[in-house]
């Protein structure tokens, strides 16, 4: 019998409620709450993993939120002196929207405390508050990884290394522990120890950064705060789900090395694979390529892929990228005739030159602008055009698809809703029920749980060791 098939029954035995008659509201009250054929309540499955996250900002502390949303009892480690940076962005919160006035109170008043953002980032967690730069402090973390299954950092090597919590370290004193390790650029080359965060690592050193711009000869455009954050975040925490599964088949701990960098040129997959194969549109050659300007009135498009302006300003994302099956339905729509746009009831769409396409762009531009998205909505509906809003993401808490997906959840005491992980499970929908901790809320309930009594609690005060 196999490792993980033991655990598996160890859960069936300890989740199980009365007969196999019981329904899954015996479970959680309500009849839509999902649940395994073991009968794990949802918000359970990681129920008893402990996870020892020595980490600030969003990434990595966003890929342990989701790991808590499961179950997983997420102990976040801050320097006394230091908390994390996340907190601190609360202070410019309005008091009267933020998601907990009492949480940002703490913030203003130096007690540490956060905003909203730092709420999503780390909701679901206990705070522990540890000087880690000293002897002390980090034979104290090293106590929590005894009681863990999952250490997760975003310190710099050199960092860990100075203290003696590097990987190689701490593999050989706990070898089951997973040890989850998130940066910048990776644990290799010549950028190993530099600085990222999302719009370095992610963002700019990617290429993504050059291309998202108008042309080649525009301004920088606009970062989305986080983009790459919260991407590579639920890549960390499915990746720390298959090495908590190879562990139980295995029983061997292992690294887990994820990064801003790596999860960027993830996301240029497409686009260099198109520039090494030699592709026109990744070489920046023949009519319509990457680095064709996007300006209204001088970009190049094959149109049914494209973006357009209507006449109330709403932007409209086309999504007839097989132009060939969606050319003559988007034309009927717009009551243009292919041989008026084309030049011909046949033409060899190939064949065209830049400025051709730039010219039938001018065109459907106009055509677009001619009338309102609300006007063009039931035409394009009619005519099977598929197509998109561009949406403001001030408008999100508002769409329709946002709320029909679920992806906005109440969590108790909070004054606004909280995004849950972006993939679902039918055995468990993960979804936040708890806020994010104080500055050192849990410090003396989680060190009385590895065995310190208040003499010894109160010494370390003193020392500066915890708070």
């Known amino acids: 019998m196999s490792t993980a098939y033991r655990r598996v029954q160890r859960l069936s035995n300890h989740f199980l409620v009365g007969d196999s008659q019981n329904s899954s509201e015996d479970f959680c009250g309500q009849s839509s709450c999902s649940s395994t054929s073991a009968g794990i309540p949802n918000g359970e499955m990681l129920k008893g993993i402990r996870i020892i996250e020595l980490c600030t900002v969003i990434a990595a502390p966003t890929a342990c939120a989701q790991l808590a949303d499961l179950g997983a009892d997420v102990i976040k480690v801050e320097s006394p002196k230091a908390p994390d940076m996340s907190r601190a962005w609360g202070h410019n919160d309005d008091p009267k929207r933020t998601a907990d006035p009492e949480m940002q109170r703490a913030l203003k008043e130096r007690r540490g405390g956060g905003g909203s953002s730092y709420i999503q980032i780390n909701r679901g967690k206990r705070s522990v508050l540890v000087d880690f730069q000293k002897p002390e402090g980090v034979a104290i973390v090293k106590q929590l990884m005894e009681t863990a299954d999952v250490f997760v950092t975003n310190i710099r090597l050199?960092?860990?290394?100075?203290?003696?919590?590097?990987?190689?370290?701490?593999?050989?004193?706990?070898?089951?522990?997973?040890?989850?390790?998130?940066?910048?650029?990776?644990?290799?080359?010549?950028?190993?120890?530099?600085?990222?965060?999302?719009?370095?690592?992610?963002?700019?050193?990617?290429?993504?950064?050059?291309?998202?711009?108008?042309?080649?000869?525009?301004?920088?455009?606009?970062?989305?705060?986080?983009?790459?954050?919260?991407?590579?975040?639920?890549?960390?925490?499915?990746?720390?789900?298959?090495?908590?599964?190879?562990?139980?088949?295995?029983?061997?701990?292992?690294?887990?090395?994820?990064?801003?960098?790596?999860?960027?040129?993830?996301?240029?997959?497409?686009?260099?694979?198109?520039?090494?194969?030699?592709?026109?549109?990744?070489?920046?050659?023949?009519?319509?390529?990457?680095?064709?300007?996007?300006?209204?009135?001088?970009?190049?498009?094959?149109?049914?892929?494209?973006?357009?302006?209507?006449?109330?300003?709403?932007?409209?994302?086309?999504?007839?990228?097989?132009?060939?099956?969606?050319?003559?339905?988007?034309?009927?729509?717009?009551?243009?005739?292919?041989?008026?746009?084309?030049?011909?009831?046949?033409?060899?769409y190939s064949s065209f030159t830049a400025d051709q396409w730039r010219e039938v762009t001018k065109k459907i531009d106009a055509v677009m602008a001619s009338k309102t998205y609300e006007e063009w909505k039931p035409i394009l509906k009619e005519h099977d055009v598929w197509h998109v809003v561009v949406q403001r993401f001030e408008n999100m808490m508002q769409d329709e698809q946002v709320h029909a997906t679920g992806m906005l959840v109440d969590v108790p005491g909070l004054k606004h809703k909280l995004f849950k992980a972006p993939i679902y499970m039918g055995a468990d929908q993960a979804i936040p029920t708890r806020n994010a901790p104080h500055f050192g809320q849990h410090t003396q309930e989680i060190l009385s749980e590895i065995g310190y009594n208040d003499e010894a609690l109160e010494r370390l005060r003193k020392a500066g060791v915890v708070r």
């Open 158 to 348: 050199q960092g860990l290394k100075k203290v003696g919590l590097d990987f190689e370290t701490v593999h050989k004193e706990f070898p089951r522990l997973i040890y989850a390790h998130f940066t910048a650029f990776g644990r290799d080359g010549p950028k190993v120890n530099d600085p990222g965060y999302d719009y370095g690592a992610f963002w700019a050193n990617t290429g993504i950064g050059d291309i998202v711009r108008t042309s080649d000869e525009s301004s920088t455009v606009r970062v989305p705060a986080g983009f790459g954050d919260n991407a590579s975040a639920t890549q960390l925490a499915g990746w720390i789900g298959m090495a908590l599964y190879h562990r139980e088949v295995t029983g061997e701990g292992q690294l887990v090395d994820a990064t801003l960098f790596r999860a960027g040129l993830n996301s240029m997959t497409q686009l260099i694979m198109q520039y090494l194969g030699g592709n026109p549109f990744g070489n920046s050659k023949g009519a319509r390529h990457v680095r064709s300007t996007s300006r209204f009135g001088e970009r190049v498009t094959m149109v049914t892929n494209a973006t357009f302006l209507c006449k109330d300003n709403v932007l409209v994302q086309f999504l007839g990228e097989d132009m060939r099956r969606h050319v003559k339905k988007t034309m009927k729509a717009l009551g243009v005739s292919i041989k008026d746009l084309f030049g011909s009831d046949q033409p060899r």
